[in-house]
């Protein structure tokens, strides 16, 4: 997990998502979606993956920019 400063909090993985609609517009869209994330941190000593998920995030974000 990193900061929008650049700051390394660790490394996590997600281990369950869950979602909620809630208050909808009359076509039946949500006008509301709620979210809990359940997260794990890892061994801190398994670095060599943090260079993935870089990668992997600075793929993301090219994306949507």
């Known amino acids: 997990m990193i900061e929008g400063t650049g700051r390394i909090m660790g490394l ?9 609609r809630t ?3 009359r076509d039946g ?3 509301r ?8 941190r890892i061994d801190d000593s398994r670095t060599d ?3 993935a998920g870089i990668a ?3 793929g993301i974000l090219r994306s949507i920019l």
């Open 12 to 20: 996590w993985v997600i281990e369950s998502i869950s979602e909620t």
């Open 23 to 25: 208050i909808f517009f």
């Open 29 to 31: 869209a949500a006008r």
């Open 33 to 40: 979606i709620e979210f809990t994330l359940s997260l794990k």
């Open 49 to 51: 993956l943090l260079g």
């Open 56 to 58: 992997s995030a600075n």
